[in-house]
C-alpha cells in the first residue's frame, strides 16, 4: 500500500469517481472535511458505498471523529456493518487506540465480522488536536521544509511505528498542485523509511505511488540478496557484489519485494 486518499464522505461526486482514482487504499471521511450538520449523509453514504465495492477489490478505511468529539461511537455503528477494511483514528492517545479496540471487538461480534478483522491507523502526530492548531503555528517554514518541532513528531512516529512492527504512513502534502513539492516530499520520506503517503487530491495519487514503488534495480538487488541468504541459511553476514550484507538487508528487501506488482 502506497497512497491513501482521503474521500468526504458527504460528497455523492467525490464518492463515484474515487474508485478511480489509482489509489491503493481509500480514506471516507467523516471528520475534518465534513461539517456537523452533514454527518448522517456522509454516515450513510460511506456505508452505502462500503455495502457497493465489498468485491471491487478496494481497501476502505473510515476516518472518524476522534473519541473525545462525542461523535466517534456514532460513526462506528453506522459504517461497520457495511464492514470497511479499516478505521483511521485522528487525534489519538494511547488510551483511545484500546477504548477503539473495545469498541471495534463488540461492534464485530454484533455484525458477525470475525474480530481483529477491521484494522486501524492511528494518526498519532496530531494530539491533542491539529499539531500545528495546538500550538499556534505553522509547520513549515519558508521555505516549504517542515520546521523542527513538527520534523521531530514526524520522526517519533517513525521510529515508533518501527518499535511496534507496523507501517509508517507519512502525511498529506497540501498544495495539490505543486505536483515537483510532492515528488520531492514523497520521495524523501521514502528514504526515511515511510511506506506510503496520504493524498487529499486525485491529482496527487500517480505521484506518490510512483515515489512509493521499487525501482527495477532495487528489485534485481533485492532477489539477489534473499537468493544469496536462502543459499546460507545460516549465515549472518554475506559477500554479495562486493559488499558484506546482514540481516537488516535481508528485511529491507522482503519489504521491497513486498512492494512488487503480482
Keep these: 500500500m502506497r497512497s491513501l486518499l482521503f474521500v468526504p464522505a458527504d460528497s455523492e461526486r467525490k464518492l463515484a469517481r474515487a474508485p478511480h482514482s489509482g489509489a491503493d487504499a481509500l480514506i471516507l471521511d467523516l471528520e475534518d472535511s465534513v461539517v456537523p450538520v452533514n454527518r448522517r449523509l456522509a454516515r450513510r453514504q460511506a456505508r452505502d458505498f462500503l455495502v457497493s465495492t465489498t468485491a471491487g477489490g478496494l481497501v476502505r478505511y473510515i476516518r472518524i471523529n476522534p473519541l473525545s468529539s462525542g461523535a466517534a461511537l456514532d460513526d462506528l455503528a453506522a459504517v461497520v456493518p457495511g464492514k470497511p477494511d479499516g478505521i483511521l483514528l485522528p487525534k489519538c492517545v494511547p488510551e483511545d487506540l484500546r477504548t477503539l479496540d473495545h ?44 520546521d523542527d518541532v513538527y520534523r521531530l513528531a514526524r520522526s517519533l512516529c517513525l521510529l515508533g511505528a518501527a518499535a511496534a ?3 509508517a504512513i ?8 505543486d505536483a ?7 520521495a524523501a520520506a521514502r528514504r526515511s523509511g515511510f511506506a506510503a503517503k496520504m493524498a487529499i487530491h486525485p491529482a496527487q495519487v500517480p505521484v506518490i505511488n510512483h515515489a512509493f514503488s521499487a525501482s527495477e534495480e532495487e528489485l534485481a538487488w533485492a532477489r539477489k540478496v534473499v537468493a544469496v541468504f536462502a543459499e546460507n541459511p545460516g549465515a549472518g553476514t ?9 540481516k537488516p538487508h535481508l528485511t529491507l528487501a522482503r519489504r521491497l519485494l513486498g512492494r512488487e506488482p503480482g
Design 170 to 177: 507519512d502525511t498529506i502534502y497540501t498544495d495539490f498542485n
Design 165 to 167: 512492527g507496523v507501517v
Design 180 to 186: 515537483a513539492g510532492l515528488a520531492a516530499e514523497s
Design 238 to 246: 554475506i559477500a554479495l557484489d562486493g559488499r558484506m550484507i546482514d
Design 103 to 146: 469498541y471495534l471487538a463488540a461492534l464485530e461480534v454484533a455484525t458477525s465480522i470475525s474480530c481483529g478483522t477491521i484494522r486501524v491507523i492511528a494518526i498519532a502526530t496530531e494530539t491533542p488536536e491539529d499539531l500545528s492548531a495546538c500550538l499556534g503555528g505553522s509547520n513549515r517554514r519558508a521555505d516549504g521544509t517542515y
